[in-house]
């Protein structure tokens, strides 16, 4: 049987990392993949992570299973991160955590959860957007669709063409939105026309999901949630998907959370009764390591104001670098205006490089960046932006 099958294409992102690594020529620089690293080119464990793990592993606790939405410590802490400890919904009681494997897991969980529920609802995705979305829904058997977002003559948002593709979705269907740092682009609505977009979504009878992956690579904790805080209505739905691969740096334990807001606390249990019947059928119940830091870091006063600290260091490492960015690409003589990279918000710089271009940049140079043109800032440093800016000037015909 296996013989009929066909060679699936590489994965556009995690597949650059399996070409990186085949990659024999020592001067290779890897800005595909979203994952920080360091000046030095490291990603090491955060310091309140390893604290977390040592206790952890002092208190030598129980191995059983989680419940089927995760440990309730931990599911309570993404809520408070996402709303604020005062909020309404967690007052009410009405929105549901469950945790997932990762930010993934919890787009998954959606996409299982609407196909079951509303099997003919259309998710539409930003164009461009992260490019694992649309499989990740079509694989739950959901269909896809793109709305226009982005503006490549001002790198800004097309919000006029945005609200009125809105504005023609029909009603059933659900807007899947970047919470803060668009990915690949890194243009975030600004608190207006998050306004805007509430209206819209709601105004038409559109389910908003929310993808929130990089809380904290913005401006900060508090102010990233402001998008997802705007979204959030009396009497209306919404899903969060969540991530704390980026913030913590725990990609590999995979980390996430779907916390589905729903009109009331008796309309939650039943919805919640819902999602746990798509992850029993799935991967029955998450894994507990991850969770069980998360929830010591954030339980905890101190190690959450370092942990705090840790992410605002990341994120300036990150600012620090798109600013050395465009002076070099300046300085290299590239032509136009580059500043716009310093605007752009989170880990990534959506460069303006063509396909072409990317492949020159992989195929002669060695540096592995994603087609759409997406460089991952953080894997920039003082060493390697020199030949970095050198190899796009020299793609770009400069
Ligand atoms: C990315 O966009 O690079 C990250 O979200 C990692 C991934 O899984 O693609």
Partial sequence: MFQTIELAPRDPILGLTEAFKADRNPEKINLGVGVYQDAS????????????????????????????????????????????????VLA?????????????????????????????????????TWA?????????????????YFDRQSNGIAIEEMLEAIGKMPAGDAVLLHGCCHNP??????????????????GQGLLPIV??????????????AAGLRAMVRPGEEMIVCSSFSKNFGLYCERVGAVTLVVADADQAAV?????????????????????????????????????????????????????LLVEK??????PGDYSFIQKQRGMFSFSGLTKDQVH??????????????????????????????QAMADVVGK
């Avoid at 993808?211 to 990233?224: K, M, N, R, S, V």
């Avoid at 010591?296 to 300036?316: C, P």
């Avoid at 690409?329 to 590239?334: A, D, H, I, V």
């Fill in 211 to 224: 993808d929130f992956a990089y809380q904290g690579f913005a401006t900060g904790i508090e102010e990233d």
């Fill in 329 to 334: 690409l300046t300085e290299k003589g590239l």
């Fill in 185 to 202: 682009t890194g243009a975030d609505p600004t608190a207006d026309q998050w306004q805007q977009i509430a209206d819209a979504v709601y």
């Fill in 41 to 88: 080119g490291k990603t090491p464990p955060l310091g309140t992570v390893a604290e977390a793990a040592k206790r952890l592993a002092e208190a030598n606790g129980s191995l059983s299973y989680l419940p089927i939405p995760g440990l309730a410590e931990y599911t309570l802490a993404v809520q408070q991160l996402l709303f604020a400890t005062d909020h309404e």
């Fill in 360 to 389: 020159a940049l992989r195929k002669k140079h060695a540096i592995y960046i994603v087609d759409s043109g997406r460089i991952n800032v953080a894997g920039i440093n003082e060493r390697n932006v020199d030949r970095l800016t």
């Fill in 92 to 128: 009410t009681g009405r929105a549901k955590t469950a945790q997932t494997p990762g930010g993934t897991g919890a787009l998954r969980v959606t996409g299982d959860f609407l196909k079951q529920n509303f099997p003919n609802a259309t998710v539409w995705v930003t164009d461009p």
């Fill in 132 to 148: 694992n979305h649309p499989g990740v829904f079509q694989a739950a058997g959901v269909r896809v669709e793109k709305f226009p």
């Fill in 271 to 323: 919805v919640e009764s819902q999602v746990k019947r798509v992850i029993r059928t799935n991967y029955s119940n998450p894994p507990a390591h991850g969770a069980r830091l998360v929830a010591m870091i954030l339980g905890d006063d101190t190690l959450r104001d370092q942990w705090q600290e840790e992410v605002a260091t990341m994120r300036d490492r990150i600012n620090g670098m798109r600013a």
